[in-house]
């Protein structure tokens, strides 16, 4: 069966500092992965996904097939980047529906 | 161009009863899906409907219903409400028919079953 695990509920690091949010995931083929992110008092939205293989508000992740594995990472934290981070597949083929984690809420201290 | 939107906000039942929870698409969608976010979880696929028609289904009993209109508008229906359907209930809109398109996240509706 499809799962994401993101292994920590809480990441506070200080402002400046590199930043890590952690995601494994277990599929038998091959999936899409995803970042999704909700700021306070906002709807889920999409951040990135690896297919793009882009870098959005100095995020990047990069797709480890062989740790199956979709670590979000940003060089120096922003205060503005304090959010609810969600890691989530999906399936290429049928309902393509997402598979979320539990996600990880990230707060950067000034 | 307007984002999906939710309705209502948030409501009270208890158990027993029967909800109807309400989902407009994204202008130009025409596929949604709905998903079940318990507190401190992500959120759950509950089922999707493209065109008009169920495409997929996640694992919740039959008590949970949905139906999508021709305006692709789209209704979540839970019957005989249990305390543990209390949780906050996503709708995401997307354009089917191409795999890698985003799907688009409306506000939520919080449902609390006492």
């Known amino acids: 069966a499809q799962r994401v695990t993101q292994p920590e509920k809480l990441l506070s690091v200080f402002k400046g500092a590199p930043v890590e949010l952690k995601c494994n995931y277990s599929?038998?083929?091959?999936?899409?992965l995803f970042w999704y992110v909700q700021y306070s008092r906002q709807r889920l939205q999409l951040l990135l996904r690896h297919i793009s293989r882009e870098s959005i508000k100095g995020f990047t992740a990069d797709l480890n097939k062989g740790e199956t594995s979709f670590h979000l990472k940003k060089p120096f934290a922003q205060e503005e980047d304090s959010a609810m981070y969600y890691c989530?597949?999906?399936?290429?083929?049928?309902?393509?529906?997402?598979?979320f984690g539990q996600g990880t809420r990230l707060t950067i201290n000034p | 161009e307007t984002g999906v939107t939710q309705s209502p906000t948030h409501l009270i039942k208890t158990r027993g009863q029967q909800v109807t929870l309400r989902c407009s698409s994204q202008?130009?969608?025409?596929?949604v899906s709905w998903y079940q976010q318990a507190l401190g979880q992500g959120p759950q696929f509950i089922f999707q409907y493209y065109r008009e028609e169920e495409n997929g289904r996640g694992n919740f009993p039959p008590r949970f219903s949905g139906l999508q209109f021709p305006n692709y508008s789209s209704e979540l229906n839970v019957n005989a409400l249990e305390l543990d359907d209390s949780a906050l209930y996503l709708c995401?809109?997307?354009?089917?028919?191409?795999?890698?398109?985003?799907?688009?996240f409306g506000p939520g509706t919080r449902l609390t079953v006492l």
């Open positions: 202008s130009g969608h025409n596929t």
């Open positions: 989530a597949l999906r399936e290429i083929q049928g309902a393509q529906k997402l598979v």
């Open positions: 995401a809109s997307s354009s089917g028919g191409h795999p890698y398109n985003e799907q688009f």
């Open positions: 599929y038998s083929g091959s999936p899409e």
